[in-house]
């Protein structure tokens, strides 16, 4: 799955898929600056399918774009927390946080809170 960062460029920061190839992640990977909306809302469900979550939740939290990105930016700041260790990034939203009152981060981000966990993870992938 691409890595998302954000870079700084034309006076401001965006977000920018990065691709990793198997053999060397660090030295062969590549941006994909013209990735779809469609791509982006796959990948994020790809995402949302290996956290466990079923098709029908899956298909309404992503009934907006916002979320899409939301979701995105989520899977980026668990893989920078749990820098590449991809069982503990891919098992955080799936267990109970009392940042969310004892919710899981999954939860929340049902019901309708997907931009604290989103808010919540970037604070503490990049400022902690």
Known sequence: MPHLSYHRFRGGYHRVAICYTQHDKFHGRYAMDAASQNSRRDFAARILESWG???HPREGLLDKYENVLAVLSIYDSLH???EG???RASQWP???NRAFDGLRPLDAMLSGDIER???YLRYHAYNA
């Open 53 to 55: 979550l079923e098709a």
């Open 80 to 82: 920078a927390i749990y």
């Open 85 to 87: 260790d991809k069982d």
């Open 94 to 96: 799936t267990r109970p």
């Open 117 to 119: 966990v989103a808010q």
